[in-house]
């Protein structure tokens, strides 16, 4: 992945204000996204220089199977990510900034915005395709395709005026609705408003997973009920119900082959739903281990699996599960790379020194001249 070399005092300085770092609690502090492939893990930490406290995100990355299996440090952004998806074997990762990029093993770029000022709030993806929901800045341009909803016809936009984020909010001082969007050919393709009672409130927010290359999308309401709804390849939505969990939490829609939704609640692993005809009763997931209240929880699906992942005591656990609830594995910590980039790059002139002196010496013995006869 990230092999840069680091200078010794940028990291005596990173290490300094990792050992300060408070993550904040919120599930938001910390992201899971996995593939056939790859298993990202996405960790917001608060630094303090001195100044003022920044936040960054550190992206670590395993192989799924095959001989890369070790985590590695992808990369450091220095902002907070609130998403992720992915392009092929790549990550893609939406900033709080709304930026979103696209990260690989030696580089980025950052994608393009959707047009007309809408902010992206979520996106997701399969292996084919990238979509995303976003807050509309001006009307959707004109469209071959005509989705409706499942319930009312879509509210005017001068009835919604939206504040919605996950995690945190985006207050807009303009009317705009929540609409639906794909990433075709680089370019962002309006496809649909959401169904008009999926209310955006200033304390809702929303999730999305692509499943059987359909978007599954939640979208929760103050009041902490989950609305969700399917959207079908004949531009219609589906209203796949409304969930009512027994705690206010956060919840994560997954792909693990069908429909998953996970609600998180106040604390704890949370409880997993399965969508057949409709929801199934929630699971609760149950940790391995005596955690009260963990600093940060997520959660991902990796094939038919899912990956429960939470912090504590500043450290990241990790425990599978399949979707009927079963635990697949005790919860056990992460093993992450420390100082891994250090170590190759001492490993590395250790090396090339070893090199150069056993070269010096050949240059030396073949130049130095023999001793005549007498």
């Not at 936040?55 to 192989?63: F, N, P, S, W, Y």
């Not at 705690?247 to 409880?271: D, I, M, Y």
């Not at 955690?291 to 991902?300: C, D, G, N």
């Not at 100082?339 to 130095?368: D, P």
Request: hydrophobic share 40%; glycine share 10%; no cysteine.
């Amino acid at each position: 992945m990230n092999n840069r070399p680091i200078k010794l005092p940028a990291l005596v300085a990173m290490m300094i204000g990792l050992l300060a770092t408070n993550v904040r609690a919120q599930p938001s502090d910390l992201l899971a996204h996995g593939t056939e492939d790859v298993f990202w893990v996405a960790q917001v930490v608060t630094t303090n220089d001195g100044k003022q406290k920044h936040e960054e995100t550190v992206i670590r990355a395993r192989g799924i199977g095959g001989a890369q299996t070790r985590w590695v440090e992808v990369t450091r952004l220095n902002d907070r990510v609130i998403n992720l998806a992915s392009r092929g074997s790549d990550l893609v990762a939406l900033l709080n900034s709304r930026d979103w990029l696209v990260l690989w093993d030696s580089g980025q770029m950052t994608g393009s915005p959707i047009s007309g000022g809408s902010l992206i709030q979520t996106m997701a993806s399969d292996r084919d395709n990238i979509w995303a929901i976003a807050i509309v800045g001006s009307p959707p341009p004109t469209t071959n395709s005509s989705a409706t909803t499942a319930t009312t016809s879509p509210a005017t936009a001068a009835t919604r005026t939206l504040s919605i984020g996950n995690p945190s909010t985006t207050q807009m001082t303009e009317p705009g609705e929540l609409a639906l969007y794909k990433l075709e050919r680089g370019s962002w393709v309006w496809k649909s408003s959401l169904p008009s009672d999926a209310r955006t409130d200033q304390s809702a927010n929303v999730s999305m997973a692509i499943v059987g290359g359909n978007p599954l999308v939640g979208v929760a309401d103050l009041d902490g009920a989950i609305h969700t709804y399917q959207f079908s390849a004949d531009n219609q939505w589906t209203n796949r119900d409304t969930i009512t969990p027994a705690q206010k939490g956060p919840f994560k829609l997954l792909n693990a082959g069908q429909g998953v939704l996970w609600e998180g609640g106040a604390t704890g692993g949370g409880s997993v739903r399965v969508l057949g005809e409709k929801w199934s009763n929630p699971v609760p997931l149950k940790i391995s281990m005596d955690v009260r209240q963990p600093e940060a929880r997520t959660i991902a699906a990796i094939g038919s699996n899912l990956r429960f992942l939470f912090v504590d005591s500043g450290k990241i656990y990790e425990q599978a599960f399949d979707t009927s609830g079963k635990a697949l594995s005790t919860a056990a910590e992460l093993p992450l790379p420390t100082g891994t980039t250090m170590q190759y790059n001492w490993a590395m002139i250790i090396l090339v020194m070893a090199l150069l002196v056993a070269l010096a010496g050949a240059v030396l013995r073949r130049g130095m001249p023999g001793k005549k006869p007498e």
